[in-house]
């Protein structure tokens, strides 16, 4: 039992012992339901569109609002998690992400749909930093670069397969498969989860929850959306619009200054006084918008503009899901070799290259023409890019703070393609109906390939010119524990702690 595996961790587990793959397959699969429901619906976007009645609006919220309770909330996954318990809470947001699912498959309108992706955005802010967390407190330190290489692969690889799952969902049945396929995974991840996760928290996490702060974070993420969203169909003059953007923003303005007071803040701004933390996570913003804008727009302009079926459209993307699972474990080793500045600065920059070449898709593009090239070079860039990223954040900061880093890096990635997902169909001037209308699709692609391609050249830049291998933080006092001194490894040094010049 997991009870039982505590007190059997020494030092911490290893990743060729057996109770250490069982703690992988746990966290991996918990985070690919998160990842897998932030890129396959995109692929059932038309077809939610026609069954629902559902305009441009209807369409970027059933993304939307996912990827916005997930953003806003998953700061206080990971507080929580390290208050109550890592393994309780990612089990329970592993649950709340199932009914939510199920919710979702039953939908008989698109605001019922919405609604039900909210709560999905729930469970995954409750999961996602989670397993990150459990797998950085029970590791050894020696494994924790390959154990977050292989979550980074194995889990990055769910999200590459979202849209070929989607696709082939569609074909033998219907948009609802795409939700109910979540919930043979939900029982077996609690399965695995109950018997195989060792329980592990931070003695000096606050018991207080900052509820200002989290409205504040969700109204102003919510408003400044649905703002950007309501633009196409209602114009910038819109009050909705207008009033929309001026709220979101000064809430998220407000949200800044409630932290610097707070007693208990949610996001303790402190942690951004770690110079290489703070960069990471501008690489990670601009990296990540550009993925969602990616995600979001490929799949439906193969379908929409180019005649794909949507396992066709689904398949595109296939080599990302190769490339990763294939090379992300040696990405992580080459990460700590040579430090994480050349990869984080090549790999954005190679992705950025397949991202601009994407923009050749149109009317008559074909897969081997046109597709499979760029999407491939795409893959490369992005397998160089996320695992010393994920590394990196982490290594910035006290490993006391692994479940913070987590939900703040989490955070900042989702913020990034939530942001960039309501803003593109502005910047590339579509208008209600644009997604449906293969000759205004389009140009508007070509513009949105080009921004996508912007951002990841500027993470790359800021990588080169900024990132520099972490440096092993001093060594702090260690209160008494309620558990012996073996069995909590979340006050084990960061991960490639090894200085490099």
């Given at each position: 039992?997991?009870?039982?595996?505590?007190?059997?961790?020494?030092?911490?587990?290893?990743?060729?012992?057996?109770?250490?793959?069982?703690?992988?397959?746990?966290?991996?699969?918990?985070?690919?339901?998160?990842?897998?429901?932030?890129?396959?619906?995109?692929?059932?976007?038309?077809?939610?569109?026609?069954?629902?009645?559902?305009?441009?609006?209807?369409?970027?919220?059933?993304?939307?609002?996912?990827?916005?309770?997930?953003?806003?909330?998953?700061?206080?996954?990971?507080?929580?998690?390290?208050?109550?318990?890592?393994?309780?809470?990612?089990?329970?947001?592993?649950?709340?992400?199932?009914?939510?699912?199920?919710?979702?498959?039953?939908?008989?309108?698109?605001?019922?749909?919405?609604?039900?992706?909210?709560?999905?955005?729930?469970?995954?802010?409750?999961?996602?930093?989670?397993?990150?967390?459990?797998?950085?407190?029970?590791?050894?330190?020696?494994?924790?670069?390959?154990?977050?290489?292989?979550?980074?692969?194995?889990?990055?690889?769910?999200?590459?397969?979202?849209?070929?799952?989607?696709?082939?969902?569609?074909?033998?049945?219907?948009?609802?498969?795409?939700?109910?396929?979540?919930?043979?995974?939900?029982?077996?991840?609690?399965?695995?989860?109950?018997?195989?996760?060792?329980?592990?928290?931070?003695?000096?996490?606050?018991?207080?929850?900052?509820?200002?702060?989290?409205?504040?974070?969700?109204?102003?993420?919510g408003s400044l959306t649905y703002g950007l969203a309501a633009w196409p169909e209602q114009g910038p003059s819109s009050p909705a619009v207008l009033v929309g953007l001026v709220v979101g923003v000064s809430a998220l303005v407000g949200f800044v200054v409630?932290?610097?007071?707070?007693?208990?803040?949610?996001?303790?701004?402190?942690?951004?006084?770690?110079?290489?933390?703070?960069?990471?996570?501008?690489?990670?913003?601009?990296?990540?918008?550009?993925?969602?804008?990616?995600?979001?727009?490929?799949?439906?302009?193969?379908?929409?503009?180019?005649?794909?079926?949507?396992?066709?459209?689904?398949?595109?993307?296939?080599?990302?899901?190769?490339v990763m699972l294939a090379f992300s474990a040696q990405a992580g080793a080459l990460g700590e070799r040579l430090g994480p500045r050349i990869p984080m600065a090549a790999g954005p920059m190679v992705a950025a290259v397949g991202v601009a070449a994407l923009?050749?898709?149109?009317?008559?593009?074909t897969y081997l023409g046109d597709v499979l090239g760029p999407v491939t070079l795409f893959a490369i860039g992005l397998t160089l890019t996320v695992t010393p990223l994920t590394a990196t954040a982490l290594n910035a900061v006290p490993q006391q703070q692994?479940?913070?880093?987590?939900?703040?890096?989490?955070?900042?990635?989702?913020?990034?393609?939530?942001?960039?997902?309501?803003?593109?169909?502005?910047?590339?001037?579509?208008?209600?109906?644009?997604?449906?209308?293969?000759?205004?699709?389009?140009?508007?692609?070509?513009?949105?390939?080009?921004?996508?391609?912007?951002?990841?050249?500027?993470?790359?830049?800021?990588?080169?010119?900024?990132?520099?291998?972490?440096?092993?933080?001093?060594?702090?006092?260690?209160?008494?524990?309620?558990?012996?001194?073996?069995?909590?490894?979340?006050?084990?040094?960061?991960?490639?702690?090894?200085?490099?010049?």
């Amino acid at each position: 039992m997991a009870s039982e595996a505590i007190g059997s961790l020494g030092g911490g587990l290893s990743v060729t012992e057996q109770r250490g793959r069982w703690v992988l397959a746990a966290t991996v699969l918990g985070s690919s339901l998160a990842l897998i429901d932030s890129t396959v619906v995109n692929i059932a976007l038309p077809a939610i569109g026609t069954d629902l009645h559902a305009g441009i609006a209807g369409l970027t919220w059933t993304v939307n609002a996912y990827t916005l309770t997930l953003a806003a909330l998953i700061l206080v996954g990971g507080s929580l998690g390290d208050r109550l318990g890592r393994r309780r809470v990612f089990m329970s947001g592993v649950v709340v992400f199932g009914v939510a699912s199920l919710l979702c498959a039953l939908a008989p309108t698109i605001e019922a749909l919405v609604i039900a992706r909210a709560v999905q955005g729930v469970g995954g802010a409750l999961l996602t930093p989670g397993a990150l967390a459990i797998i950085q407190a029970t590791f050894r330190p020696e494994d924790r670069s390959r154990a977050i290489g292989a979550w980074t692969g194995l889990a990055g690889v769910s999200a590459a397969v979202g849209p070929l799952l989607g696709g082939w969902l569609l074909g033998v049945g219907s948009w609802r498969w795409i939700f109910l396929i979540n919930l043979p995974v939900v029982v077996v991840v609690l399965g695995i989860a109950t018997r195989h996760v060792p329980e592990s928290k931070d003695p000096r996490a606050s018991g207080h929850t900052d509820y200002p702060g989290m409205a504040l974070v969700v109204g102003g993420l919510g408003s400044l959306t649905y703002g950007l969203a309501a633009w196409p169909e209602q114009g910038p003059s819109s009050p909705a619009v207008l009033v929309g953007l001026v709220v979101g923003v000064s809430a998220l303005v407000g949200f800044v200054v409630r932290e610097r007071v707070a007693s208990d803040p949610m996001l303790p701004l402190g942690i951004f006084s770690a110079r290489l933390f703070s960069i990471t996570n501008l690489v990670t913003f601009l990296v990540y918008a550009a993925l969602g804008g990616l995600f979001f727009w490929l799949v439906v302009t193969l379908q929409v503009v180019a005649g794909f079926g949507p396992l066709e459209a689904g398949m595109s993307l296939i080599p990302v899901t190769l490339v990763m699972l294939a090379f992300s474990a040696q990405a992580g080793a080459l990460g700590e070799r040579l430090g994480p500045r050349i990869p984080m600065a090549a790999g954005p920059m190679v992705a950025a290259v397949g991202v601009a070449a994407l923009s050749r898709v149109g009317s008559g593009a074909t897969y081997l023409g046109d597709v499979l090239g760029p999407v491939t070079l795409f893959a490369i860039g992005l397998t160089l890019t996320v695992t010393p990223l994920t590394a990196t954040a982490l290594n910035a900061v006290p490993q006391q703070q692994a479940g913070l880093a987590s939900g703040v890096n989490n955070a900042v990635a989702r913020t990034g393609g939530l942001l960039l997902v309501a803003l593109l169909p502005v910047l590339a001037g579509l208008d209600a109906h644009g997604f449906s209308d293969a000759s205004t699709l389009e140009p508007a692609f070509r513009t949105a390939m080009t921004i996508c391609a912007t951002l990841l050249a500027a993470g790359g830049l800021v990588s080169a010119a900024f990132i520099r291998s972490p440096r092993r933080p001093e060594p702090t006092p260690e209160p008494e524990l309620s558990c012996p001194r073996h069995h909590c490894s979340v006050d084990a040094p960061p991960i490639g702690s090894t200085s490099r010049g």
